[in-house]
């Protein structure tokens, strides 16, 4: 059978459509034919720029940032609303479409007294013209923006049409690159001091406000009320106690100051302007050429019959899809759509089902090659070779998704589940010929490992992707190639706001030091207990990323945490790989746990009791983080004798944790054995020789214990039946 027939066969037999498509956001238009065709537009030239940038002609580093920042605002705002609530068509009170034309006209106006400013140097003529622009300009750029955001909070508008509103804010986000980038060699020299100009201070705090507004859109409420919190203490330190205390700032120094490479413009835009939308473009080409639905069909084909399959395919599937997309509750909602009314029908409670995907998603920001974009992150913060992270982080992602395989495969034993039936399920021999769709994820590693950029690699992996598929029956031509372009921007958009949302608190800590005097207070700490130092981290990295997406989660918790952890002796790689793990599973930590209450929303279960829930799965990840500072041979840090010791014992410890967690090894457990089984499993990931041995000492026992009363147990059955025949 050719291979393109095969390949349609068996993408037949399961519909996992759902699984390429990223569905609307509640707040995301859905548009009419000609303001989509303009979106459109927008959104590939969005994309294309960064191709082109990255690929062909190098744009200076800073005018490329700003315009990374000022185009994603503008798509942000054409695509989404104000909330998830819009008005019927024709609907519109008369005040509405006035209003939403004066802030049309506000910030149209601010972009030509931004022209009118810039040119003037060059045009004699404009003197007097520009001198009026500067004096109002400020206040003008206040005025649209409030017109603008009252105006779309006040009348949402159809979801099928553009709200003048938010194009008005879209300008504006235009008006500030404008400005900023004709001045910017005097910029980045006065910027955050005295000598700055009261207009500059006006134009970066009107940026500042548009990336809280699209972070608000995109993320909620959680990562705006954190960066208001730290803008707060930027103004608030000389009245703040201990460590906190600082000399405080005015709002010209700081608003400027946030808006350079120590803020907004820094790592965090560094890596959103270069890998994450080089990725998030290789996924969309993965997604719209199908590659992406194999890997789902090929994981129920694998595991899809075995005791709770659909469980066992969301863990393979959410990794798979995971580690390419930029954050857990995204993931949750492209693979869980599909897999959790599947865990529901082989047995799985709402609860269970909603957990099992929300952890397994997790889990796929912290697989390698790609990391959900924190890799690339870490790189940029520690100078580390991006290839000597991904490598480092082979062995954790293992043990994490061991253990969620564990987790559900015990469960499933414990509550008696099968599988799906073979005719639900796609053929293996038909997935096994199309192992070359495969083939854009193998070229990534290989090259990457090959010593390629990373630039050079993602380019070329998603090239791949459009070639791969020519060999399926969705072949990416012109317009599909098109259309993936349109959609990366749609899956870039809310990373570029978290991003530079992001950047401003890491500006903030970076501008009043409480990063170093945090680092002073874990090394007072330290001096008494290491473990308690390390505690303590792994409990404010989780109070920082809650409710954050995982790039904004670990870009802030590595500014804060890391810092003090390289202080008290911990190695770079291993503290950020600390503060980065821990960052991670913020999503699954109740109360506030956006991965666990994407998948309840989905599986129907109350969204507290599911986050719970994914702890326990999950649990093993927060013990594996200590195991970098205690066994640094988890990350590859050591002789091979001694990493393998670590994988087959840290293997054997997450099945013992398991089972105590379950409470199921060759059949029900009591509380005391659970408690053997939990204290073993742990001794023998905690990675010392004395330990693994303690740890398989408590192993054999309770493997022994449950085997005897196993046994005691079938006896007494047949002592039974015996019984029964007998009478």
């Known amino acids: 059978m050719p291979a393109r027939e095969a390949g349609q066969e068996s993408l037949d037999v399961l519909d996992t459509a759902v699984v390429d498509e990223v569905r609307p956001a509640g707040n995301e238009r859905i548009l009419g034919r000609t303001p989509a065709a303009i979106v459109f537009v927008v959104c590939v030239a969005y994309i294309a720029f960064h191709l082109y940038a990255l690929n062909i002609q190098p744009v200076e580093t800073w005018v490329y940032r700003i315009l990374h920042i000022a185009a994603g605002l503008l798509v942000g705002f054409l695509l989404l609303g104000s909330s998830h609530h819009f008005a019927a068509v024709g609907d519109a009170p008369p005040w509405a479409r006035g209003l939403g034309i004066v802030a049309l006209v506000l910030s149209l106006g601010v ?276 290839t000597e992270i991904a490598f480092a982080a082979i062995i954790p992602a293992a043990l994490y998704f061991l253990s969620i395989y564990f987790m559900v495969d015990l469960e499933a034993r414990r509550k008696g589940m099968h599988g799906l039936s073979r005719d639900e399920l796609p053929r293996l021999a038909p997935m096994l010929r ?103 981290a792994m409990l404010i990295s989780i109070l920082l990323g809650m409710g954050m997406p995982t790039t904004a989660a670990y870009a802030v918790s590595a500014s804060v945490i890391a810092p003090g952890l390289q202080e008290i002796g911990i190695s770079p790689l291993v503290a950020h790989f600390f503060v980065f793990y821990y960052a991670v599973i913020s999503a699954i930590t109740p109360p506030v746990a956006l991965a666990s209450y994407a998948a309840a929303a989905i599986s129907g279960s109350d969204p507290l009791k599911t986050s719970m829930t994914s702890f326990k799965f999950g649990l093993a990840a927060f013990v594996v983080p200590f195991l970098f500072f205690y066994s640094p041979a988890i990350l590859m840090q050591g002789s091979w004798l001694e990493v393998s010791r670590v994988l087959v014992t840290g293997a054997l410890g997450i099945y013992l944790l398991a089972a105590a967690v379950q409470g199921w090894l060759l059949g029900a457990l009591n509380t005391p054995v659970r408690i053997v089984a939990l204290v073993a499993g742990l001794s023998m990931m905690a990675g010392g020789w004395q330990t693994d041995l303690g740890g398989v000492f408590l192993a054999v026992v309770v493997i022994v214990w449950q085997y005897q009363r196993r046994r005691g147990d079938a006896n007494a059955e047949m002592k039974s039946c015996s019984q029964r025949l007998a009478d």
């Not at 140097?121 to 404009?126: C, G, R, S, W």
């Not at 998603?462 to 060999?471: D, E, I, K, R």
């Open 111 to 386: 972009l030509l007294m931004v022209a009118v400013v810039r040119l003037q140097p060059h045009y004699a003529a404009l003197d007097g013209t520009a001198m009026l622009a500067r004096h109002y300009l400020g206040g003008m750029a206040l005025l649209a923006l409030l017109v603008s955001l009252s105006t779309s909070y006040c009348y949402r508008g159809p979801r099928a049409s553009l709200n003048h509103a938010d194009v008005s804010l879209g300008i504006l986000a235009l008006a500030v690159a404008a400005y900023i980038i004709p001045g910017l060699s005097s910029w980045r020299m006065v910027a955050g001091t005295p000598l700055i100009g009261g207009i500059d201070a006006w134009m970066a705090a009107l940026g500042i406000g548009l990336i809280l507004e699209l972070t608000r859109r995109v993320a909620g409420m959680a990562l705006v009320v954190i960066t208001g919190v730290f803008i707060a203490y930027a103004f608030a330190g000389p009245w703040l106690p201990g460590i906190l205390e600082h000399n405080g700032y005015g709002a010209k120094k700081l608003f400027t100051y946030l808006y350079t490479d120590n803020g907004v413009l820094g790592p965090t835009i560094a890596v959103s302007s270069t890998y994450i939308v080089l990725f998030i473009t290789f996924a969309a080409f993965l997604q719209k050429s199908r590659v992406g639905e194999y890997f789902v069909n090929f994981a129920f084909s694998v595991a899809g019959r075995s005791r709770g399959g659909p469980a066992k395919v969301a863990v393979f599937a959410s990794g798979l899809m995971g580690m390419i997309n930029g954050t857990s509750a995204g993931n949750v909602v492209s693979t869980g759509s599909l897999t959790i009314p599947l865990m529901r029908r082989v047995g799985y409670s709402p609860r269970s089902a909603g957990s099992i995907e929300a952890a397994a998603s997790t889990g796929g920001q912290i697989a390698p090659p790609i990391m959900g974009a924190g890799a690339f992150i870490m790189a940029e913060v520690t100078g580390i070779p991006y």
């Open 434 to 536: 199309q192992a070359y769709l495969f083939l854009p994820v193998v070229i990534l590693i290989t090259t990457l490992f090959m010593g390629y950029s990373v630039i050079r690699a993602g380019t070329l992996a998603m090239v791949s992707a459009a070639v791969v598929s020519w060999l399926t029956p969705y072949r990416m031509g012109p317009r599909a190639i098109l259309a993936a372009l349109a959609l990366s921007a749609r899956m870039v958009v809310p990373l570029v706001a978290v991003c530079a949302c992001a950047g401003i608190v890491v500006g903030v800590i970076s501008m009043t030091g409480v990063g170093a005097r945090f680092a002073s207070l874990l090394l007072q700490i330290a001096d008494s207990s290491q473990f308690l130092a390390l505690l303590f």
